[in-house]
């Protein structure tokens, strides 16, 4: 998101959620153990520069933990009402507690020229309409990781990712910096994005992004308790620093090869280059070979 932006103008102001009634499970969710650095909370102005820590071509596949090709799981959970120390019910299946998210596409996948195009921070009225637009135009699917805050305020584009067959992720509900929040903050924040996502389209997220790509072991952890696979990227277009369309469509066709999951994003700030972007570059990678395409789970 905003990848290095700060939070300024997001709305502070968390709402309750509305919950399901399902009767609270056991605290799995332990608020013991937190092992996030013990700074400022969120919002702190030091957050910003920290950037990602998976960045552009960052540890490409090298002991990467892998994904095999798997047809989605069923509905793995269903959602309990959250407080701070009590966010979500935790997934009936999890998946393996990860020490690093995801970098891109396991090799079969990569072997018949997949990509993945994925969009942060939205939804945005603005301009993640225009981005389903384009995606549509070609009969390409995306993964949109959503922050609860703005999806909260958008349920209708929730609900036409879904529709168009789009992957909902979760990006936590305000975007901050992770490693600044104490283990029961992180959990509200991710258990009440998900829940919105839930609430919009009938099935909580099954991925997450930590916002900047600062990823600890609490986030880890917390992710698969719901149920999500960590996931960053492989290619940044860092197109939230508005460097001009010509620049992000350079570096998504610069960085395009089998395997690679480019980092987009629909909010955040002005998107426009980011939208007029994507009408440009997916039409020239198409036009090379390349297939966009959605992860699968790995094995749970
Ligand atoms: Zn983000």
């Known amino acids: 998101m905003k990848n290095d932006e700060p939070t300024v103008g997001r709305r502070a102001v968390l709402r309750t959620a509305v919950f399901l009634g399902?009767?609270?499970?056991?605290?799995?969710?332990?608020?013991?153990?937190?092992?996030?650095?013990?700074?400022?909370?969120?919002g702190s102005g030091t957050g910003p520069q920290a950037g990602p820590q998976a960045g552009p071509g960052a540890q490409p596949a090298a002991g990467a933990p892998g994904l095999r090709a798997q047809a989605l799981p069923e509905k793995s959970y269903r959602l309990r009402p959250m407080t701070a120390e009590q966010p979500m019910r935790p997934a009936a299946v999890k998946p393996a507690v990860r020490t690093r998210p995801i970098?891109?596409?396991?090799?079969?996948?990569?072997?018949?020229?997949?990509?993945?195009?994925?969009?942060?921070?939205?939804?945005?009225?603005?301009?993640?309409?225009?981005?389903?637009?384009?995606?549509?135009?070609?009969?390409?699917?995306?993964?949109?990781?959503?922050?609860?805050?703005?999806a909260d305020e958008n349920r209708d584009l929730l609900r036409r990712m879904a529709a168009e067959g789009h992957i909902i992720g979760n990006h936590t509900w305000t975007?901050?910096?992770?490693?600044?929040?104490?283990?029961p903050a992180l959990a509200s924040e991710i258990g009440r994005?998900?829940?919105?996502?839930?609430?919009?389209?009938?099935?909580?997220?099954?991925?997450?992004?930590?916002?900047?790509?600062?990823?600890?072991?609490?986030?880890?952890?917390?992710?698969?308790e719901l149920g999500m696979e960590p996931l960053a990227w492989t290619?940044?277009?860092?197109?939230?620093?508005?460097?001009?369309?010509?620049t992000i469509i350079s570096r998504v066709l610069g960085g395009a090869a089998p395997g690679v999951i480019v980092l987009s994003h629909d909010?955040?700030?002005?998107?426009?280059?980011?939208?007029?972007?994507?009408?440009?570059?997916?039409?020239?990678?198409?036009a090379r070979g390349y297939r966009m395409t959605l992860p699968t789970l790995p094995p749970r």
């Not at 969009?119 to 309409?129: I, N």
């Open 235 to 246: 290619v940044d277009t860092l197109d939230w620093k508005e460097p001009g369309t010509t």
């Open 103 to 150: 970098l891109e596409l396991p090799a079969d996948a990569a072997a018949s020229g997949a990509m993945v195009l994925t969009f942060d921070d939205g939804p945005d009225p603005r301009y993640t309409p225009a981005i389903l637009d384009t995606l549509a135009r070609y009969g390409v699917r995306a993964m949109f990781f959503v922050c609860g805050e703005m």
């Open 193 to 224: 994005t998900s829940e919105v996502v839930h609430q919009a389209v009938g099935e909580a997220p099954l991925w997450f992004r930590a916002p900047y790509g600062a990823w600890n072991r609490a986030a880890f952890e917390i992710g698969a």
């Open 175 to 183: 975007h901050p910096l992770i490693p600044q929040l104490s283990r």
């Open 22 to 42: 399902v009767a609270a499970a056991s605290g799995l969710l332990s608020v013991s153990g937190e092992e996030g650095a013990p700074g400022p909370g969120p």
């Open 267 to 286: 909010a955040g700030g002005n998107r426009s280059q980011s939208v007029q972007a994507i009408s440009s570059y997916l039409p020239q990678l198409l």
